[in-house]
């Protein structure tokens, strides 16, 4: 989110902010990568019209496509991905939902709550981060405060939740072949 604040500094919005485009670099350095779909923003413009990014990570603003939207989308992507840095799943994901489905259901922010035992702060931030009004999510330069603070805590509990999900599936597969 660091870079993302710069980014906005400098009137850039990314557009497309999903794990795929967040690199790791050398000593744990998080990069945002892929600015094919970013756009620069004069001093006197404010808003994008045009719908583009990954479906699952766009805001409520950009699917419905009518009154334009701000930096606040980027933010909305991020939240997506601090959500599924978490629970290791995506916030809106599910089978077999066509793009009508997935919009009524980030339209209207419906999502499974963060796991028990998710810091209070990282839950918080989700929730403020995921917003349906754009003007009530944090900006940028917020969002870099909270996340940095807590994201190495969030990313050493997934990867523990993911190992200990593992050794499940591990032992279960263990059992099935002892049969």
Not at 4 to 11: A, G, T, V
Not at 72 to 83: A, F, M, P, T
Not at 91 to 97: E, N, Q, R
Not at 98 to 103: D, E, K, V
């Amino acid at each position: 989110s660091c870079g993302l604040s710069h980014m906005h500094k400098h009137r850039i919005m990314h557009r497309d902010i999903k794990p795929a485009n967040i690199f790791i670099a050398e000593r744990g350095v998080v990069k945002l990568g892929d600015l094919g779909l970013g756009r620069y923003f004069s001093s006197n413009t404010f808003r994008a019209h045009s719908v583009v990014g990954t479906p699952f990570y766009m805001s409520p603003e950009v699917i419905a496509g009518n009154g334009g939207y701000s930096f606040k989308s980027d933010i909305w992507s991020l939240g997506c991905v601090l959500y599924e840095i978490t629970t290791l799943v995506c916030p809106f994901a599910g089978s077999g939902l066509n793009f009508y489905a997935l919009g009524m259901r980030i339209s209207r922010a419906e999502y499974a709550p963060l796991p028990e035992g998710t810091s209070s702060r990282i839950c918080s931030l989700c929730q403020d981060m995921l917003q349906v009004q754009q003007d009530a999510r944090p900006d940028s330069m917020a969002t870099w405060q909270t996340t940095g603070q807590h994201l190495d805590f969030v990313v050493a509990q997934s990867w523990a939740r993911k190992r200990e999900e593992e050794r499940e599936l591990d032992f279960e597969t263990d059992e099935q072949q002892s049969e």
